[in-house]
C-alpha cells in the first residue's frame, strides 16, 4: 500500500513547526505544575535521576515509533492503525491502541482542563494584586477557599475549554501552529525570568540540592513506577497525541534527531520549573512534599514579593496557561481528527460535540475538591484521583507497551528503516534493543506492580 505524502487534515509548514508543536504538547503540566511536585513527594534528586532514565532508555524510543507510525499512516490513530495492521498483516487487536488512546485523551483533558482552570483563576488573581506580599499561610489559603467553590472552578474549567475548543477548530496551520509559534517562545522566557529570581531568593544552594543531591536510600520501587508514568505522561506518549501530530510531518524531516529535540526541550523545562520552583519552597520555609498545590502557593508567593510582581506573576499563569492549552489540543485532535475522517463532518462541530463531553467528565474532577470530596472510587481516591490514575498509570503504559510490540514485532523492518532513514548500524541496533526488549520489559514491570498493588490496594 502506498502511503499519501500529505494528510487530509493539512501539514506543519516545516519540521520546526511540527517540533514546536510537539513540545506544545509534550511541555504543559506535567512540567511546571506536576514534575516539581511529584518529584517533591518522591524525594528529589534521585527521582529526577530514574525519571532521566525512563524518558532516555523508554520514552525517546517509543516516541520514535509514534511518529512514524503517524506519519506512514497520515490519518487519525484509529485509520493510521488500520493502515499499518493491514500493510503488516499483523491481528486486528492491535486496533486497541487507537481506541485505547482516544479514551485515554478524553480522560487526561478532563482532569487536566480543571487544574489549567486554576492557572486561568491566579492569571487575574496575580493581576488584580491580591498576591502581593502574600505570605505562605495566605497564599496556601487562597487556594483552598477557590477550591472549596464547585462554581469558581467550574468557570474557570469552563473557560479554558472553550479556548482549547476554539484553537483546535481551527485547523493544523491556523489553528495549531499559530498558537505555538508564540506561547512556547515566550514559555521559555518567563521561566528563566523565574529561575533569575529563584536564584536570589536565598535557598537556591538547597533548591539545587534537593533537586541534585542524589540519595539511594531514597530510590524505591514506587518512584520508578510513578517516573515512569511521568515520562509518558510528560512525552505526551501512549495514547496517540504524537501519532496524530506525526501524521502531518513532512516526509522529508528526519525524525529521529527531530525526537530528541522534543524531548530534550520537555526535559529542559520540566528541570528549569524544579530550580525556579524549589529554592522559592526552601527559601519560604515550605514543605517540598505538599502534592497539587505546590506551584499555586510557592509561585504566587515568590512573584507577590518581586517589584514588578503583578506583572510578571501574572504573566507567568498566563503561560502556564497557554502551556496547558497547546497540551490539551493535542489531548483533542486524536478523537478529532478519527470523527473527521469517519462522518466527513465539520471540524468545529466535532471539536464542539468532544469539548462538552470532556467538560461533563470534568465536573467530577470539579466536585472532587468540594462537594464530593468524600465520594471515593477505588480505595481512598477521589474521582480526580482515580483518572488521574487510571490514566497516567493504567492507560498510558498499556498504550506504549503495545506500540513499542507493534513498532519491535508487527510492523516490517523495511517501512521502519524507511520512515527513519535508518541504515544497520550501532545506532539502528540500539533503538531496535530499546523499542523490543527494554521498553516493553520496563513498561510491563511496571504495569504488573501497578496492577499488583491496585487489586491487592
Ligand atoms: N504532555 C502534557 C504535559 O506534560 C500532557 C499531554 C498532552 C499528554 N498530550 C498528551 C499526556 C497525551 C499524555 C498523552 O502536561
Same mark, same amino acid.
Given at each position: 500500500?502506498?502511503?499519501?505524502?500529505?494528510?487530509?487534515?493539512?501539514?506543519?509548514?516545516?519540521?520546526?513547526?511540527?517540533?514546536?508543536?510537539?513540545?506544545?504538547?509534550?511541555?504543559?503540566?506535567? *512540567?511546571?505544575?506536576?514534575?516539581?511536585?511529584?518529584?517533591?513527594?518522591?524525594?528529589?534528586?534521585?527521582?529526577?535521576?530514574?525519571?532521566?532514565?525512563?524518558?532516555?532508555?523508554?520514552?525517546?524510543?517509543?516516541?520514535?515509533?509514534?511518529?512514524?507510525?503517524?506519519?506512514?499512516?497520515?490519518?487519525?490513530?484509529?485509520? #493510521?492503525?488500520?493502515?499499518?495492521?493491514?500493510?503488516?498483516?499483523?491481528?486486528?487487536?492491535?486496533?486497541?491502541?487507537?481506541?485505547?488512546?482516544?479514551?485515554?485523551?478524553?480522560?487526561?483533558?478532563?482532569?487536566?482542563?480543571?487544574?489549567?482552570?486554576?492557572?486561568? *483563576?491566579?492569571?487575574?488573581?496575580?493581576?488584580?494584586?491580591?498576591?502581593?506580599?502574600?505570605?505562605?499561610? #495566605?497564599?496556601?489559603?487562597?487556594?483552598?477557599?477557590?477550591?472549596?467553590?464547585?462554581?469558581?472552578?467550574?468557570?474557570?474549567?469552563?473557560?479554558?475549554?472553550?479556548?482549547?475548543?476554539?484553537?483546535?477548530?481551527?485547523?493544523?496551520?491556523?489553528?495549531?501552529?499559530?498558537?505555538?509559534?508564540?506561547?512556547?517562545?515566550?514559555?521559555?522566557?518567563?521561566?528563566?525570568?523565574?529561575?533569575?529570581?529563584?536564584?536570589?531568593?536565598?535557598?537556591?544552594?538547597?533548591?539545587?540540592?534537593?533537586?541534585?543531591?542524589?540519595?539511594?536510600?531514597?530510590?524505591?520501587?514506587?518512584?520508578?513506577?510513578? @517516573?515512569?508514568?511521568?515520562?509518558?505522561?510528560?512525552?505526551?506518549?501512549?495514547?496517540?497525541?504524537?501519532?496524530?501530530?506525526?501524521?502531518?510531518?513532512?516526509?522529508?524531516?528526519? =525524525?529521529?534527531?527531530?525526537?530528541?529535540?522534543?524531548?530534550?526541550?520537555?526535559?529542559?523545562?520540566?528541570?528549569?520549573?524544579?530550580?525556579? =520552583?524549589?529554592?522559592?519552597?526552601?527559601?519560604?520555609?515550605?514543605?517540598?512534599?505538599?502534592?497539587?498545590?505546590?506551584?499555586?502557593?510557592?509561585?504566587? %508567593?515568590?512573584?507577590?514579593?518581586?517589584? @514588578?510582581?503583578?506583572?510578571?506573576?501574572?504573566?507567568?499563569?498566563?503561560?502556564?496557561?497557554?502551556? @496547558?492549552?497547546? #497540551?490539551?489540543?493535542?489531548? %483533542?485532535?486524536?478523537? %478529532?481528527?478519527?470523527?473527521?475522517?469517519?462522518? *466527513?463532518?465539520?471540524?468545529?462541530?466535532?471539536?464542539?460535540?468532544?469539548?462538552?463531553?470532556?467538560?461533563?467528565?470534568?465536573?467530577?474532577?470539579?466536585?472532587?475538591? *468540594?462537594?464530593?470530596?468524600?465520594?471515593?472510587?477505588?480505595?481512598?481516591?477521589?474521582?480526580?484521583?482515580?483518572?488521574?490514575?487510571?490514566?497516567?498509570?493504567?492507560?498510558?503504559?498499556?498504550?506504549?507497551?503495545?506500540?513499542?510490540?507493534?513498532?519491535?514485532?508487527?510492523?516490517?523492518?523495511?517501512?521502519?528503516?524507511?520512515?527513519?532513514?535508518?541504515?544497520?548500524?550501532?545506532?539502528?541496533?540500539?533503538?531496535?534493543?530499546?523499542?523490543?526488549?527494554?521498553?516493553?520489559?520496563?513498561?510491563?514491570?511496571?504495569?504488573?506492580?501497578?496492577?499488583?498493588?491496585?487489586?491487592?490496594?
Amino acid at each position: 500500500m502506498a502511503t499519501p505524502s500529505e494528510s487530509r487534515h493539512g501539514m506543519w509548514s516545516s519540521r520546526w513547526l511540527f517540533i514546536l508543536a510537539a513540545a506544545g504538547s509534550a511541555v504543559g503540566l506535567g *512540567n511546571i505544575w506536576k514534575f516539581p511536585y511529584i518529584a517533591g513527594d518522591n524525594g528529589g534528586g534521585a527521582f529526577v535521576l530514574i525519571y532521566l532514565v525512563c524518558v532516555a532508555a523508554i520514552g525517546v524510543p517509543i516516541m520514535i515509533g509514534e511518529t512514524l507510525m503517524g506519519r506512514y499512516g497520515r490519518e487519525s490513530p484509529i485509520n #493510521s492503525m488500520r493502515k499499518l495492521i493491514a500493510v503488516s498483516n499483523a491481528g486486528s487487536y492491535w486496533s486497541a491502541i487507537g481506541w485505547l488512546g482516544v479514551l485515554a485523551g478524553f480522560f487526561i483533558l478532563s482532569y487536566y482542563a480543571v487544574i489549567a482552570g486554576w492557572a486561568l *483563576n491566579y492569571v487575574q488573581l496575580m493581576a488584580r494584586g491580591e498576591m502581593v506580599a502574600i505570605t505562605a499561610e #495566605s497564599a496556601q489559603q487562597v487556594l483552598s477557599d477557590f477550591h472549596a467553590s464547585p462554581l469558581q472552578m467550574v468557570f474557570w474549567q469552563t473557560l479554558f475549554m472553550v479556548l482549547t475548543v476554539w484553537i483546535v477548530s481551527g485547523g493544523v496551520s491556523k489553528g495549531i501552529e499559530r498558537a505555538v509559534k508564540w506561547f512556547m517562545p515566550l514559555l521559555f522566557i518567563l521561566l528563566l525570568i523565574l529561575l533569575g529570581y529563584a536564584v536570589t531568593s536565598g535557598g537556591f544552594a538547597q533548591g539545587v540540592d534537593f533537586m541534585i543531591g542524589f540519595d539511594w536510600s531514597k530510590v524505591t520501587v514506587d518512584g520508578w513506577l510513578i @517516573a515512569m508514568g511521568q515520562a509518558f505522561f510528560t512525552l505526551s506518549l501512549g495514547m496517540g497525541a504524537i501519532m496524530a501530530y506525526g501524521a502531518y510531518l513532512p516526509s522529508d524531516a528526519k =525524525i529521529s534527531s527531530t525526537v530528541f529535540m522534543i524531548a530534550g526541550l520537555d526535559t529542559a523545562v520540566a528541570i528549569l520549573a524544579g530550580l525556579a =520552583i524549589f529554592p522559592i519552597v526552601f527559601a519560604n520555609g515550605l514543605e517540598p512534599a505538599q502534592g497539587p498545590g505546590l506551584m499555586f502557593v510557592t509561585v504566587p %508567593l515568590a512573584f507577590g514579593q518581586m517589584g @514588578a510582581g503583578i506583572l510578571f506573576g501574572a504573566l507567568f499563569f498566563i503561560l502556564v496557561s497557554f502551556a @496547558a492549552i497547546t #497540551s490539551a489540543i493535542s489531548l %483533542l485532535e486524536p478523537a %478529532l481528527a478519527y470523527l473527521v475522517e469517519e462522518y *466527513n463532518a465539520k471540524r468545529s462541530r466535532v471539536a464542539i460535540s468532544l469539548g462538552v463531553i470532556c467538560w461533563l467528565l470534568g465536573l467530577g474532577s470539579v466536585f472532587s475538591f *468540594n462537594i464530593w470530596s468524600d465520594v471515593h472510587v477505588l480505595g481512598d481516591k477521589t474521582v480526580f484521583d482515580f483518572v488521574d490514575y487510571v490514566s497516567q498509570n493504567i492507560m498510558l503504559p498499556l498504550g506504549g507497551l503495545l506500540i513499542a510490540l507493534f513498532v519491535g514485532y508487527a510492523l516490517p523492518k523495511e517501512l521502519v528503516f524507511e520512515q527513519l532513514g535508518l541504515k544497520e548500524g550501532l545506532a539502528a541496533s540500539l533503538w531496535m534493543l530499546s523499542i523490543k526488549v527494554i521498553a516493553p520489559a520496563g513498561v510491563l514491570i511496571v504495569f504488573v506492580k501497578t496492577i499488583y498493588d491496585t487489586v491487592m490496594g
